[in-house]
């Protein structure tokens, strides 16, 4: 490696991380946020068969999980300006993240909440709960435990997928590594770099998945506690 | 106390319930039999509303109801005098012993937790459970976790308390020790409706004894006229073959 290469390496990385730190992160958790929010009320509505509302949660998976994310954000970037509807990169990029993780995450707690066997809610009744008391302190912790690995999978995925933002002129770690790219020429070197560095803010995601884990086991006294 | 009559329940097309009546004083302790699949299990599940009847009056504390029209608010509120205790237990999976137990009090009725507490140990230490109190459902025997669940069940207090087949999905080492329990309340004059197949325990702490058979009550007597001077060949048949089978 010759000293022009480790130099760009060395003052990339800061500035890469940094982007990383500022954009990719906070756009992630904020998007991930939005999404568990969006997750939660479709997949009530769906466990608790609310009849006029769930038709439009089932088209909203739908259309999302059907259409290419990439896709989804150019629509909402590039294509609601025509209708006269303009709204700044980030804010459209959350927006999109957040829309589209949570179709996912609605059907990830959805099935965990499917998973909590009937005979919780019944037990709930007959000591006098009421279904929402019964969803808030029975059910929903025991399908958060069952859903919190699938849950992490997505958050982890994501912090990956926000790289896609680049697109829409987010200026994000990828975007800043391209920039820097272009300026210099040393692309296997810097997309190296910049994998490296999605690898790192991965590894720590994944190391607070097990952290969290541990917990619930605690918490909840074991994982595949089942009647 | 509870009174039933004409309850009927049908599953798409099988008619499981065809007219039940059945009366409940203070004290009573009413054991059901009949062969499997004659809609005991079915009966109770409807006095409790966890399955909607499609006929029949409910009279409770004085009240009558129609109980297919009876509105939630209601229904929450006659079981909050009532008690369900399960062949497979359902114990809350997420919650220590006395925390089960303390659930329906604080949550459901209001009550200040310190009294809850107070309760909670008290109705465990009754079942047998003193050691226990802070331990999960998964940290305890099949056995165990029965009485926890009805340690759950006698905290509040409650008029009537309903009884599926407690002991069918124990351990036979570990179905005396519930039985035991079970007819210690019955000595403390609690009422009570139990589904079981455990002919003894019927025949030892039951006041009265009812037998269905086909969604239909064949016999509702004392336990002494059900087993000692019983006249339906039907009965007497199911009888003996039960007495055989042990
Ligand atoms: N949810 C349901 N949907 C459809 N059919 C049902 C349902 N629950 C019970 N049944 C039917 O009702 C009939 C009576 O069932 P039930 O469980 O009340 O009998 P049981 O007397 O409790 O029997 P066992 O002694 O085996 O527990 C059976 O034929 C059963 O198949
Ligand atoms: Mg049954």
Redesign the interface.
Known sequence: MNERLINILLESFPKIFLQGILITIPLTLVSFALALVIAMICAMIQVANVKWLKPFVRFYIWIVRGTPLLVQLYLIYFGLPDLGIVLPALPCAVMVFALNEGAYCAETMRAAIESV?Q??L?????????YM?IMR??VL??AF?TAFPPLSNSLISMVKDTSLAANITVMEMFMQAQRIAGRTYEHLALYAETALIYLIFCTVFTKLQRMGEKKLNTL???SS??? | MLEVKGLKKTFDNNEVLKGVDLRLGKGDVLAVLGPSGSGKTTMLRCLNFLERADEGALTFLGAEHDMPSMKPKQIAEYRRHTAFVFQSFNLFLNKTAIQNVTEGLTVARRMPKAEARERAERALIEVGLEGKFDSRPNELSGGQQQRVAIARAIAADPDVIFFDEPTSALDPELIGGVLDVIRSLAEEGRTMIVVTHEISFARNAASRVMFMDGGRVLADESAHEFFEEQKLPRIQAFLNKIEREI
């Open positions: 066997p005979g919780q019944e037990a709930g009744y007959c000591v006098g709960m009421s008391q302190r029975i912790p025991q435990r909840s006294g074991g506690i089942r009647a």
